[in-house]
Structures are given as C-alpha cells and as structure tokens.
C-alpha cells in the first residue's frame, strides 16, 4: 500500500497545448503548476477561479497588484483574487520576462483593428473552455500573460517587446485553494509579442 502511495504522490501529468489553443485544468490546493515554454518567445495566458457554492471568484491582476505592490509578479509572492483571496503563488521563475500584469488577453477587437477577421484569441479560447466546464462570470477578468514582455516607458508608453523566454523558459507555481486553472498559448502570430510565430505549451500537473 505504501508504494501505491508513492506512486500516486509523484504522479505527475503533462498537458500539451497546442498554438493559439487553450486547456482548463482541475487543481487541488498545495498541487503545482508547471508551465513551460518548450520552443521559447511563446507567450502563456494564465486565468484562475475559485468555484464554490457561494459563486465564482477570479484571480484579479488590479487586486495582486494593489496588495503586492508590484506590477510584476516575483518568486515568493502570491496571487490574489477578486474577493481579495489568495489563490496562487509564484514557487519558481526560470524566465527572464517579467510576466505582464497589465495587459488583457488578446481579443476580436486587438485583431480586426490589426486587419485580421475570424482571428484565434486567447479570450474566445478562455470563453469556449469556461463555457464546456459550466462556469458563468459578469466579466473577462484579465489573466497573467506569462513570459510577456510589456514594459511600461519613462514617457508614460506601455510597449510590448518580443518575449525572450528561450527554450524551455518555465514557471512553477503552487495553488493556494481549490482552483480551476485556464491556460492560452496565445495567440499573436505576428511580430513582436511572440516573437512573430505562434507555438504551443506544455504543463506539467504536479
Ligand atoms: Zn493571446
């Protein structure tokens, strides 16, 4: 029974999102979090809900900023919700983006403004997911756009710049609540903010 119990504690799943694609995954609290990168420069959306009887509530980038004081998002610190709950925390970063927490995902709109119609999009890619799982929201909350590399100017410009994650560039994060967790390989396939290509990513369920 004992090596039963090993084996299931070490268990570990990999979940390979295909480009301009997305994945919800049920996550226990104290479960990790491995997002990575395999090609490089591919941004990863990430959103996270706390379903419980009383309603939803919603990782909040307005919220972790406010309570961590950061716009960027460092190993140690935590994620915070709607509801003012923490819900996730950064373990490990082995990427040298920031991690926006600025931006929204990418939408119809950013694409037709750009002259692309019927466009894949990290936030119809969200709504598609949220909708097979039952989840219902008032809002889109705006998700943590990991290894985007959106930095604010001394002139006041926000300018996102090609990510430089490289290969294999991951984050580990730990889920401080029952969570439903949705990840994008998002889905900008023209220059800068992936690099000018759409690739997938993987997530190792820990
Ligand atoms: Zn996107």
């Not at 039963?4 to 995954?25: A, C, K, L, M, N």
């Not at 996270?48 to 716009?71: H, K, P, Y």
């Not at 889109?140 to 002139?155: G, K, T």
Request: glycine residues 8%.
């Amino acid at each position: 029974m004992e090596d039963d119990f090993e084996v299931e504690r070490h268990q570990q799943y990999r979940t390979e999102i295909p480009p301009q694609s997305g994945r919800g995954f049920r996550v226990q609290k104290g479960e990790c979090l491995r997002v990575i990168d395999p090609e490089g420069q591919q941004v990863a959306d990430l959103w996270a809900f706390v379903v419980s009887s009383d309603g939803v509530d919603w990782l909040s980038t307005s919220q972790t900023r406010d309570i961590t004081e950061r716009m960027f998002p460092v190993p140690g610190k935590s994620f915070y919700s709607e509801q003012a709950n923490q819900v996730l925390t950064l373990i490990e970063d082995n990427s040298p983006c920031p991690h926006d927490m600025l931006f929204p995902a990418c939408n119809r709109g950013l694409y037709e403004r750009a002259g692309f119609r019927s466009h894949p999009n990290c936030r119809d890619n969200l709504l598609g997911i949220l909708s097979k799982a039952g989840i219902s929201l008032p809002i889109v909350p705006d998700p943590v756009n990991l290894f985007q590399r959106s930095e604010p100017q001394p002139d006041g410009r926000l300018e996102v710049i090609a990510s430089d994650n490289p290969p294999g560039g991951n984050v580990l994060l730990r889920a401080d609540a029952d969570l439903f967790v949705v990840i994008t390989a998002c889905s900008v396939d023209y220059h800068p903010t992936n690099g000018g290509c759409c690739t997938g990513i993987v997530v190792e369920h820990q």
